[in-house]
């Protein structure tokens, strides 16, 4: 029974974050408020509460990088897509490929003033200007 109320607050939790996310993003309300709501109004979440109040956290974040991607701001972290998203497609791209993994160096701008975003397994973890 309690691997079925888990199952029933995963589907909640994922049904929260394709649909009700996005609109309420835009509808002014923060989306933490509404699965605070969720959670303390549905008696299934209240025993896996913890697992999900651990995923609050990457909830702010993922917010917090949609709302970098709406303005052009890339951050520590992000991945490639997300930063392909932000900035769009670099203006030249230099990889390395060693045996501990892929290395790459993208360059947005022309070249005396170009910014260079450096991932390492496809996470952003440095930036140059």
Do not use: C
Not at 59 to 65: D, G, K
Not at 97 to 120: C, K
């Amino acid at each position: 029974m309690k691997t079925v109320r888990i199952i029933i607050a995963v589907a909640l939790l994922m049904g929260f974050l394709l649909f009700v996310l996005p609109m309420t993003y835009f509808m002014g309300k923060t989306a933490l408020s509404i699965l605070r709501d969720v959670r303390a109004s549905d008696p299934a979440t209240q025993d896996v509460d913890p697992v999900v109040s651990d995923s609050d956290t990457d909830l702010q974040l993922a917010i917090e990088v949609q709302e970098d991607i709406a303005n052009n701001r890339v951050r520590l972290g992000m991945t490639a897509d997300q930063v392909r998203e932000s900035w769009g497609k670099p203006e030249d791209v230099n990889r390395t490929v060693t045996r501990w993994g892929t290395h790459e160096q993208w360059i947005y701008g022309p070249s005396l003033e170009a910014t260079y975003l450096y991932f390492d397994g496809g996470v952003l973890t440095s930036v140059q200007d």
